[in-house]
């Protein structure tokens, strides 16, 4: 993990019908976004499409029940 990887939301401006791939492993040096990083794992990013232009907060610990936009789930660990 990197030190710019953190458990809190990342705040992105998002815009209607663009295409955003989001790491789901923590690894990538780009966070939110996918950078390949995770070519040994068995994780796979995810595509987000933005619905409306608007600022999204992108899940970074990863464990968000509606990833991969943040729910808050982070507030349940140890940080």
Wanted: proline share 6%; glycine share 6%; hydrophobic share 20%.
């Amino acid at each position: 993990m990197t030190k710019e990887n953190t458990n809190k939301p990342y705040p992105v401006d998002v815009r209607e019908g663009k295409r955003y791939f989001i790491c789901s492993c923590k690894l990538t040096k780009k966070q939110p976004f996918h950078d390949g990083s995770h070519i040994d794992t068995d994780a796979h990013p995810y595509m987000y499409v933005g619905k409306e232009n608007k600022e999204a907060y992108f899940c970074g610990c990863k464990l968000s029940k509606d990833f991969p936009l943040c729910d808050g789930s982070h507030n349940n660990l140890n940080n």
